[in-house]
């Protein structure tokens, strides 16, 4: 059974960088390959909102309000994909969550990770 396992939400101050990671745990690699990763967020009382997604040879894709401090990456060998977060604001605050869609477009998603911006 495959599950998305994110981690490295934290407290951070406003200027600061978070890498969080996300684990396709059980999904072989062959599987990866065609898998669409995705981060996701959702801040308190808003809905959840795409912040950027990136599939395998393709062009990552952002969020407006997120593009050029945001990097989405993907590592096949390891069945991983990453959001480096540089210069958070603190209207970057909500819970991340990753998400996956593969090429039988089974989607899934991860139990999320809360990022906080505050000084």
């Known amino acids: 059974q495959v599950h998305l396992v994110e981690s490295g939400g934290g407290l951070v101050q406003p200027g600061g960088s978070l890498r969080l990671s996300c684990k396709a745990s059980?999904?072989?690699?062959?599987?990866?390959?065609?898998?669409?990763m995705a981060w996701y967020r959702q801040a308190p009382g808003k809905q959840r909102e795409l912040v950027a997604e990136?599939?395998?040879?393709?062009?990552?894709n952002y969020a407006e309000s997120v593009k050029g401090r945001f990097t989405i990456s993907r590592d096949a060998s390891r069945k991983m994909a990453y959001l480096q977060m540089n210069s958070l604001k603190p209207e970057d605050t909500a819970v991340y969550y990753c998400?996956?869609?593969?090429?039988?477009?089974?989607?899934?998603w991860g139990q999320g990770t809360q990022v906080t911006v505050s000084s």
């Open positions: 998400h996956s869609t593969d090429a039988s477009r089974v989607s899934r």
């Open positions: 990136l599939a395998h040879g393709g062009t990552a």
């Open positions: 059980g999904m072989i690699t062959s599987v990866f390959w065609g898998t669409t």
